[in-house]
């Protein structure tokens, strides 16, 4: 037993002390720095390609846009005045002629049918929400 007592004083043990936490015992304020500092310098970049990089048309488009415009204020005035020559001729006046007689013919068919209509609709709505209570 004696022999025990000397080993174990001879013995040389590291003081019993927990691991070191890489987190809470060292500093992360190079990593954030340079995660923020990416991140910056993808935001820029990003913006830059969105907005510049990626669309050199936008010059074009904006010129079509301009011109364009000028050409369908020119063709509605001349359209103005087609539709107005179109309406005063003799043919359209028949045309629309006919058509208000036969509006008229077909108007009288259909009211009758409309109004059935919404005798039965009224029916229906009376007896809906009754029949969705009891339903229900």
Same mark, same amino acid.
């Given at each position: ?10 013995? %040389? ?44 048309? %936008?010059? @074009? ?15 509605? %005035? ?8 179109? %309406?005063?001729?003799?043919? @359209? ?44």
């Amino acid at each position: 037993m004696a022999d025990t007592t000397q080993n174990e004083q001879l013995e %040389k043990r590291a003081p019993e002390t927990p691991e070191l936490d890489p987190i809470a015992d060292q500093s992360m304020s190079s990593a954030l720095l340079i995660s923020s500092l990416l991140l910056v310098v993808t935001l820029v970049w990003s913006l830059y390609d969105e907005v510049i990089g990626q669309r050199p048309w %936008k010059s @074009y488009q904006k010129n079509f846009v301009d011109t364009y415009s000028t050409f369908l204020e020119g063709a509605k %005035k001349r359209q103005g005045r087609s539709e107005t020559e179109v %309406k005063s001729s003799p043919e @359209y006046q028949e045309l629309n002629q006919a058509y208000e007689d036969a509006a008229a013919t077909a108007k009288q068919k259909t009211d009758p049918i409309d109004e059935q209509v919404k005798r039965i609709d009224a029916r229906i709505a009376a007896v809906t929400d009754p029949f969705q209570n009891v339903r229900s």
